[in-house]
């Protein structure tokens, strides 16, 4: 059974960072390409970041571009998204997902999300 575990989340400053984890299990974590994905109050699901399954190619949306950034530990069967010079705007659920085929478009497993709120 596919399994997603986020965790790190929480209340910031705006300006201020936070890295999110993402603990996978019951698949071969190394060959899948992942995501993270976020669901801000009121609003739809944005796609906030990607990586391939080796690590080597990541993208992002211009929303979070050069604050956001995703890397994956293999090893650990581990992805994390480490988020700098948090806004207001980022507050969400944030969710990790399982790509079911090559790239970021047919994500298939979620995990249950963790709550980031920004404010002062």
């Known amino acids: 059974e596919v399994q997603l575990v986020e965790s790190g989340g929480g209340l910031v400053q705006p300006g201020g960072s936070l890295r999110l984890s993402c603990a996978a299990s019951?698949?071969?974590?190394?060959?899948?390409?992942m995501s993270w994905v976020r669901q801000a109050p009121g609003k739809g699901l944005e796609w906030v970041s990607g990586?391939?399954?080796?690590?080597?190619?990541?993208s992002l949306p211009d929303s979070v571009r050069g604050r956001f950034a995703i890397s994956r530990d293999n090893a650990e069967n581990t992805l994390y998204l480490q988020m700098d010079s948090l806004k207001p705007e980022d507050t969400a659920v944030y969710y990790c997902?399982?790509?079911?085929?090559?790239?970021?478009?047919?994500?298939?497993?979620w995990g249950q999300g963790t709550q980031v709120t920004v404010s002062s």
């Open positions: 019951g698949f071969s974590f190394s060959n899948y390409d």
């Open positions: 990586i391939n399954s080796g690590g080597g190619s990541t």
């Open positions: 997902a399982k790509s079911d085929c090559s790239g970021y478009g047919c994500l298939g497993s």
